[in-house]
């Protein structure tokens, strides 16, 4: 290692190395550069002079995979009109960790129950995520 803490190569020991190399479509390119912006919108580009060094595009024939995810969309999750109608008739729970900063008692899981009909919360600090079971079904503070 030099003073400025660089690693020097030593190009003479590789005189036998062959190093690869890959041919990149420009006009794929600057499609990528221009975040997936389509041919034509680049052919446009450079036909009226609007960036300087931007070669000429050619349409591609290919798919690009990050215009593919782009386009694709997620239909939103149907609403429900069912509710309970009584207190601890449905609750939810979920369990969250590890937690970077633990809390006091170096806790770094939490068990959370949502009752349904009340929205009461209970939350339970665990050291380790195996003790979620034994608050469960162990607890009789849960009921």
Not at 28 to 48: D, S, T
Not at 115 to 138: C, G, H, N, P, T
Request: charged content about 15%; hydrophobic content about 35%.
């Amino acid at each position: 290692m030099s003073s400025n803490n660089v690693f020097p190569l030593n190009m003479k020991s590789l005189h036998n190395v062959v190093i690869r190399s890959e041919h990149v479509n420009e006009s794929h390119l600057w499609h990528f550069r221009y975040g997936h912006l389509n041919y034509n919108g680049l052919q446009q580009l450079k036909q009226k002079n609007m960036v300087s060094g931007l070669p000429s595009i050619q349409n591609q024939t290919g798919i690009c995979e990050g215009c593919v995810y782009e386009k694709m969309h997620r239909f939103s999750f149907t609403k429900t009109t069912w509710r309970t109608n009584t207190p601890l008739e449905l609750i939810h729970a979920d369990i969250c960790g590890p937690i970077w900063t633990p809390s006091i008692s170096n806790n770094r899981y939490f068990l959370l129950f949502v009752d349904d009909y009340s929205r009461m919360i209970w939350i339970y600090l665990l050291d380790k995520k195996s003790e979620a079971f034994s608050i469960l079904f162990f607890n009789s503070k849960l009921l």
